[in-house]
């Protein structure tokens, strides 16, 4: 048996709790790891199209205001 299987083994024997609390931790983790990336990215210039895009749709009145 594989150490994922035996992880979900044991997640299906969790009790509701037990469960709610790990979906939890894998949500915020989930998270953490999203912004992170997110800061890589944009630290990198990976994202500048979307700044340039952004700015290139507002120069042609195609922006909503919020």
């Known amino acids: 048996?594989?150490?994922?299987?035996?992880?979900?083994c044991s997640i299906e024997s969790l009790s509701e709790e037990e469960f709610a609390r790990l979906r939890k931790?894998?949500?915020e983790r989930d998270w953490k790891r999203w912004d992170k990336q997110i800061e890589e990215d944009s630290?990198?210039?990976k994202l500048d199209f979307l700044?340039?895009?952004a700015l290139d749709e507002k120069a042609k009145g195609k922006l909503k205001e919020l």
């Open 51 to 53: 700044v340039k895009e």
């Open 1 to 8: 048996m594989s150490k994922v299987e035996e992880i979900l």
């Open 25 to 27: 931790w894998f949500y």
């Open 43 to 45: 630290g990198s210039g």
